[in-house]
């Protein structure tokens, strides 16, 4: 059974660094595509960073330069470093596996990845 345990999130100031970090188990973690997706009350979620098959990295384009997504295959858990953090990165953060085969991107929250975690929630204040 796939499991996704999301941590790091927290209550920060504007220009703030976090990082979250999901560990995954039931699934042969080395390999597989990992995201990053959020959604904020009364907005829709969107990607925020994909690890995808070839190892390469993509971003939504509202964090690029200020988050980075990486991966320790050892301890099975996938991060994702957030700097400068803005108020409009307020959301819960949820990451995902278990891409479906014939999906290459653009990736899109529930339908593309067969299994997510719960979530952790980020708040950033001005």
């Known amino acids: 059974q796939v499991h996704l345990q999301e941590s790091g999130g927290g209550s920060v100031q504007a220009g703030d660094s976090l990082t979250l970090s999901c560990t995954g188990s039931g699934f042969s973690f080395n390999s597989s595509p990992m995201g990053w997706f959020r959604q904020a009350p009364g907005h829709a979620c969107t990607m925020v960073s994909v690890i995808q098959r070839d190892g390469s990295l993509i971003y939504a384009n509202s964090v690029k330069g200020r988050f980075t997504v990486s991966r320790d295959n050892v301890k099975n858990t996938v991060y994702l470093q957030m700097n400068d953090l803005k108020p409009d990165d307020t959301a819960k953060y949820t990451c995902?596996?278990?891409?479906?085969?014939?999906?290459?991107?653009?990736?899109?929250?529930?339908?593309?990845?067969?299994?997510w975690g719960m979530g952790t929630q980020v708040t950033v204040s001005s």
């Open positions: 995902a596996a278990g891409l479906y085969p014939d999906v290459d991107g653009p990736f899109h929250c529930y339908n593309d990845f067969n299994d």
